[in-house]
């Protein structure tokens, strides 16, 4: 499912009261399924953020629900699979939802509401992926982990994974557009 897609033109306040909730075949007019006032709302940079979201595809596709998404987390969590493409750069990984939001999933009014708002989780989540420390010792002071625990310095990998992958699609500049 796409949630953001640059082939439609941008929606004026005009379109969005007229087309908000109705699903089009017709791609010049068809309505987001994202809620683009939280994320103007939340961006110290708007502007910037909807020019920038005009480069951008950004799909989600369902990988169900998994347990263990995050270390020692007992309760199964809704994970989709995001793809970000610009030009001919493309970063696919995972996202987990919350547990809230996982068990309103299966819920098709409150599926819609979760759809609306998850553009909005992606871009917050991969402004603050952006940015981990380069170093081990720098991480766990940053974010409180252990560095004598085994399991620490996989997570720093993971992390610094996941900030590879967003560098390829955002540049410094960029990333601080993205709502907070």
């Known amino acids: 499912m796409i949630i953001n897609n640059p082939q439609y033109k941008p929606f004026t306040d005009e379109d969005m009261i007229v087309y908000k909730g109705a ?24 502007n910037k953020l909807m020019e920038l979201l005009s480069q951008l595809t950004i799909s989600i596709a369902d990988k169900g629900e998994q347990t263990g998404y995050f270390e020692d987390d007992k309760n199964p969590r809704r994970v989709v699979a995001v793809t970000i493409k610009r030009g001919e750069r493309e970063v696919i990984f995972d996202f987990g939802l919350s547990l809230y939001d996982t068990v309103d999933w299966g819920k098709a009014k409150e599926k819609g509401k979760i759809i609306e708002g998850m553009l909005y989780s992606i871009l917050a989540c991969s402004s603050s992926d952006y940015y981990i420390p380069t170093s081990l010792t720098d991480f766990c002071e940053e974010f409180g982990y252990d560095i004598n625990d085994k399991r620490t310095q996989g997570t720093f990998i993971r992390c610094k994974e996941q900030q590879a992958k967003l560098e390829q ?12």
């Not at 699903?23 to 708007?46: A, G, I, R």
């Not at 699609?169 to 907070?180: A, G, K, R, V």
């Open 23 to 46: 699903y089009s075949t017709n791609p010049v007019k068809t309505p987001p399924v994202t809620n683009y006032d939280m994320l103007k709302e939340y961006s110290e940079e708007p």
């Open 169 to 180: 699609i955002f540049s410094e500049d960029e990333i601080t557009c993205l709502p907070q």
